[in-house]
């Protein structure tokens, strides 16, 4: 039997375990990056690590998110950013040099390579071939140190695609219908591998936008082969000889399979307030809009501006209308420059914004109170524009632009024929904005430059023989980490002070969360299906650490922050019979006896509701290298505990 190509790949890389599905595998990692959201505090935890020097092939740090500097507290996080990187051998994207997943993209990604980062989208890469997976930070600060990096080796989604786009339908809504079929749970424990003759009909700007949103799916990560198109734009950024032809064997067995023809997909929308809450432009109409936004990793490429460009030109946003646009890189938009773009843009009324998240994170732009806002970005959580009854609809570059002339949802493909959009066969290449690391002999002279904004990560203390604890708060089903620790322009200067972003825990489900979880000094919070989606974001489990969390009892989880839950050292556990959710309301007394023993001995837990008298059995199904890090009380303190 034939390989998939993650399954190539993965076993190139492996160091620890078989590749077995659904077990756990050790991976080695060949590329790292950060943005300075999460970077800061993968930062310390790399520094506590007492790694002088990255010892990966590549490690990026890239500011992009923070970039509102209304306060001393973003900039300083940045000038702490370059000077670790500066100092420890990383490589470092000054601000204004563009979204990290595009750059990326752009300028290091090589396929064939593993890349982890500490954002969710880091899957941007699977676009050009690599295995691409978003982590936590202290993940990311163990991969630069050399450390292994673990996951559940992933089933493999066959995603087969036939015939080609028809004019004015893009890669989003090539997306859009993988979500809609496949829902943001659809992918949880699976890698979503492209495959078939529509394959190469796509450009690597093309290819990113749904590896970047497979995301949303909850997948592990997505991934196209890499082919002569991947060689083609590797050409035109100057770096062909990072190329290697990569695909899965014929005969490659696959656990589902999924097959999209290309030719028959319509111009969709993701409506409030999630990213599979799909429909066809048609179905929803031509509704009035407030506001479209352009850019984010999902939607920022050359190849997107030239569309929205062409759409603009000679036009004029419509009056009710707020355009904002930010083009994806530095690259991007000195090339906008020179094709003329960003002058057909600024000359239609459009709102030019940094290369950066901008928007998407909340950073500015937050529309008017119940606005409709178009984005072509990958999540339209609540709350998360920064206007509480935002409406926020996911769509197309196409869509986008064509509905900010129009003034009302439109369908693109009104515009008619639709030229073609050729990628320059070379990109404008200048890498003066990515700060190169000292060399190592020269690494002491580097000050680490700390503003008082800094301050240390909650400490956690080895798992008690018993937990006994109160329920501080109970949520439903797909709780993002967006409401458990929410971002936007007031809130993200604070991610490197813990204490201070605790205040806003859980504050869009409840406002009181904070208060009262202090003051019950430790607690267990109670969820639904699919709990902490979304961001890669540690915060949304170190602010709960800071509070007393020690357990989190749901349905089911999102990867990435059950992984983040045990790296904090909280017990993340799972219900064996999902009624048990019902039985339990906010304030009672969880009981879980001997809990070091129970998992130790399997993955049966046995928990006491003391408040109403009743026994519940949960599932606590950890790998021996995570029993150990919640016995020792996170991987942190695993890791000073290996090193003694
Ligand atoms: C996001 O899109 O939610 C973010 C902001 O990029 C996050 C990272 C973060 O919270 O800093 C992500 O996707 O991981
Ligand atoms: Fe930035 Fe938005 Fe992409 Fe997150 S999803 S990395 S905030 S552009």
Redesign the pocket.
Known sequence: MGATLTEKILSAHLVEGEMIKGTEIGIKIDQTLT?D?TGTMAYLEFEAMGVPRVKTERSVAYI??NTLQNGFENADDHRFIGSIAKKHGIYFSRPGNG???QVHLERFGVPGKTLIGS???TPTGGGIGMIAIGAGGMDVAVAMGGGTYYITCPKVVKVELTGKLSPWVGAKDVILEVLKRLSVKGGVGKVIEYTGEGVKTLSVPERATIT?MG?ELGATTSIFPSDEVTLEFLKAQGREEVWTPLCADDDAEYDEVVRINLSELVPLAACPHSPDNVKSVDQIGPMKIDQVCI????N?SLLDMMKVAHILKGKTVHPDVSLAIAPGSKQVLTMMAELGLLEIMIDAGARILES???P??G?GQSPNSAGISLRT???NFEGRSGTKDGQIYLVSPELAAVSAIRGVLTDPRTLGDMPEFKLPEKFKINDNMIALPVDEKDMDSVEILRGPNIKPFPVSTPMPDKIEAGVSLKVGDNITTDHIMP?GAKILPLRSNIPKISEYCFAVCDEKFHDRALQMGKSVIIGGSNYGQG?SREHAALAPLYLGVKAVITKSFARIHMANLINAGIVPLVFKNEADYDMISEGDEIVIDNIKDQIKNGTKIIAKNKTKSVEFELVGDFSDRQKNMLYAGGLLNYTKEQNS
């Open positions: 943005q959201d992009d998110h979204i990290c997943h954002d969710s989208h970047n995301a850019g984010s990793c999902t920022s950066a998240c901008g998407c994170i950073m970005f990958n999540r971002a961001s």
